[in-house]
C-alpha cells in the first residue's frame, strides 16, 4: 500500500485567471507528484507506517525513525500541505458563518485576518507556506496564523491547519515572476471557503 497523488475536484483552468492553468498542472503533475513517490519511497523499509494516514504521520513525526524523518518531513510534509491547498481552492464560496463569526472574534476583523495573512505569506523568507490554523493547545478552540519553511507543516506542532497558501516560487513563478505579493492578493479570489469552514467545523468539534 502507498499513498495516492489526490485527484482535484476541478480542472487546471478552473481557477484562472488568478492561478493559471500551466502552473497548476505542472505543480500537480510534477511537483506534488514528486513528493508523493518520495514519500513512499521514504516509507519503504517502514511498512507499518503505511497503517497512519499521511496527516498522522506527520503529526508524529517524532516517532518516524531517524533514518528516514528528514525525507519524511520534507516529502510526507509535502504530499499533506499540497493535498490541503488543492482542497481550500475554488471559485464562487463566500466566508460566512460561524467561521467567519470566529475570525471577527480571534482577529478583531475579516480585514485584518487577511492583513496578517498576507503578511505572514510576505515575509516567509524563501520557500514555505502561510497558514490559517486552529489551535486548541489552550482548551478552547482559537484561530491563529502562522508560517513554515519549506514542507513544515502545523500538525507537527500539534495545530490543525484549515487554510494554506504556498509561497514556494513554483506555486506562482510562471504568472507572477518576482512579484508575490499580487499572487497572494488573488489568492481571496480562489479561496473555497465553504471547504474552510467544513475544516474549522471539523477542529472544533
Ligand atoms: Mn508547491
Request: glycine share 6%; net charge negative; hydrophobic share 40%.
Given at each position: 500500500m502507498t499513498f495516492a497523488l489526490p485527484e482535484l475536484d476541478y480542472?487546471?483552468?478552473a481557477l484562472e485567471p488568478y492561478i493559471d492553468a500551466e502552473t497548476m498542472k505542472i505543480h500537480h503533475t510534477k511537483?506534488?507528484?514528486?513528493?508523493?513517490n518520495k514519500f513512499n519511497a521514504a516509507l519503504e523499509n517502514h511498512p507499518e507506517l503505511f497503517e497512519q494516514t499521511a496527516e498522522e504521520i506527520i503529526a508524529d513525526l517524532a516517532s518516524v525513525p531517524e533514518g528516514v524523518k528528514g525525507a519524511v518531513q520534507n516529502n510526507g510534509g509535502g504530499y499533506v500541505n499540497h493535498k490541503l491547498f488543492w482542497h481550500i481552492l475554488?471559485?464562487?464560496?463566500?466566508l460566512t458563518g460561524e467561521l467567519k463569526t470566529a475570525i471577527e472574534k480571534d482577529f478583531g476583523s475579516v480585514e485584518e485576518f487577511k492583513k496578517q495573512f498576507e503578511d505572514a505569506a510576505a515575509t516567509q523568507f524563501g520557500s514555505g507556506w502561510a497558514w490559517l490554523v486552529v489551535d486548541r493547545s489552550q482548551g478552547t478552540a482559537k484561530l491563529v496564523i502562522s508560517k513554515t519553511s519549506n514542507q513544515d507543516s502545523p500538525l507537527t506542532d500539534g495545530l490543525t491547519p484549515i487554510l494554506c497558501l504556498d509561497v514556494w516560487e513554483h506555486a506562482y513563478y510562471l504568472k507572477y515572476q518576482n512579484k508575490r505579493p499580487e499572487y497572494i492578493e488573488a489568492f481571496w479570489n480562489v479561496v473555497n471557503?465553504?471547504?474552510?469552514?467544513?475544516?474549522?467545523?471539523?477542529?472544533?468539534?
Amino acid at each position: 500500500m502507498t499513498f495516492a497523488l489526490p485527484e482535484l475536484d476541478y480542472e487546471y483552468d478552473a481557477l484562472e485567471p488568478y492561478i493559471d492553468a500551466e502552473t497548476m498542472k505542472i505543480h500537480h503533475t510534477k511537483h506534488h507528484q514528486a513528493y508523493t513517490n518520495k514519500f513512499n519511497a521514504a516509507l519503504e523499509n517502514h511498512p507499518e507506517l503505511f497503517e497512519q494516514t499521511a496527516e498522522e504521520i506527520i503529526a508524529d513525526l517524532a516517532s518516524v525513525p531517524e533514518g528516514v524523518k528528514g525525507a519524511v518531513q520534507n516529502n510526507g510534509g509535502g504530499y499533506v500541505n499540497h493535498k490541503l491547498f488543492w482542497h481550500i481552492l475554488g471559485k464562487g464560496a463566500e466566508l460566512t458563518g460561524e467561521l467567519k463569526t470566529a475570525i471577527e472574534k480571534d482577529f478583531g476583523s475579516v480585514e485584518e485576518f487577511k492583513k496578517q495573512f498576507e503578511d505572514a505569506a510576505a515575509t516567509q523568507f524563501g520557500s514555505g507556506w502561510a497558514w490559517l490554523v486552529v489551535d486548541r493547545s489552550q482548551g478552547t478552540a482559537k484561530l491563529v496564523i502562522s508560517k513554515t519553511s519549506n514542507q513544515d507543516s502545523p500538525l507537527t506542532d500539534g495545530l490543525t491547519p484549515i487554510l494554506c497558501l504556498d509561497v514556494w516560487e513554483h506555486a506562482y513563478y510562471l504568472k507572477y515572476q518576482n512579484k508575490r505579493p499580487e499572487y497572494i492578493e488573488a489568492f481571496w479570489n480562489v479561496v473555497n471557503w465553504n471547504n474552510v469552514a467544513e475544516l474549522y467545523k471539523e477542529a472544533t468539534e
